[in-house]
């Protein structure tokens, strides 16, 4: 029924580690997004991706991969987490890449690197 | 400077008022405008679009102003429901960017 979720929904590791975070939408949608959002809580573009080909691609560490296996998916893989990784990170969907395209978020990961 | 500033608030209103808050953004060739709103630990959501012409949606009046490049939000007859932070949302070239967020408290 979800629209677009996100597993794990919670994740606690420690630094160095290499964690991945899933998102599936069923909206039939083709552009998937990743946003930040840290502890003053702006929300941070960091991927966009139109038809599993990469859009945006905003000054995130290379540390951070998305994957797209196919329209439906945009998975996030961090390498080595740092403390300053910690945040919640939302998934999204839009229709597309118009201006006007409504964009619906996933339910967040609260990642804490300890 | 940020790309889209607001006031954090908090704003604490009695059931039944009326409260407007403002936001501004720095990029005069910003495309489209929205404000969406987040509740306390949940995804954020879509409240309206905002149009140049102004436009409402049930309690909700939103407006533009692409001169001054502010945009505004006013909840009429506010209920405990409307307690939120809301978030000003600027499009530019495929990318939004979110304001911080005003945080309104509507108690009883």
Sequence with gaps: DTAVSQTP???VTQMGNDKSIKCEQNLGHDTMYWYKQDSKKFLKIMFSYNNKELIINETV???FSPKSPDKAHLNLH??????GDSAVYFCASSSGLAVTDT???GPGTRLTVL | RKEVEQDPGPFNVPEGATVAFNCTYSNSASQSFFWYRQDCRKEPKLLMSVYSSGNEDGRFTAQLNRASQYISLLIRDSKLSDSATYLCVVNHDYKLSFGAGTTVTVRA
């Design chain 1, 78 to 83: 961090i390498n080595s987490l740092e403390l």
């Design chain 1, 103 to 105: 964009q619906y978020f």
């Design chain 1, 61 to 63: 560490p290379n540390r």
């Design chain 1, 9 to 11: 929904k919670y994740l």
